[in-house]
């Protein structure tokens, strides 16, 4: 499993330079820089994904990466709350908030 989320984390880091509008339209606006945020997030998730695969960064990416889903929870709660993604259903856009909390106790399983 841990190559699975290690797997899920790199693809989705590298979807932030492939489609990046998704991600610019899912930030808060009061959060500032978004490209640069998006680029960030998407850089973090590829380091600390890949940096689960080896034992002596094991840890240290698991932490980074609880970190990682607490820090874009806010474009969570943006997406489900907002008008601007009618296209997602609303069940969908809010069942992804718990999931960031799923996320984050499989990130702790690597600890």
């Known amino acids: 499993m841990m190559y699975l989320l290690s797997l899920l984390m790199i693809l989705a880091g590298i979807f932030h330079f492939v489609k990046p509008k998704f991600f610019l339209a899912i930030m808060p606006p009061y959060i500032p820089a978004h490209q640069f945020m998006v680029a960030l997030s998407g850089v973090a998730e590829v380091i600390l994904g890949a940096g689960l695969l080896f034992d002596n ?46 996320l984050m106790a499989w990130a702790h399983s690597y600890v």
């Open 57 to 102: 960064t094991r840890s240290w990416a698991a932490w980074g990466l609880i970190a990682l889903f607490v820090a874009v929870f806010p474009a969570n709660i943006y997406m489900a709350t907002s008008d601007k993604f009618k296209q997602f259903p609303k069940w969908i856009l809010y069942a992804r908030l718990p999931l960031q909390f799923a």
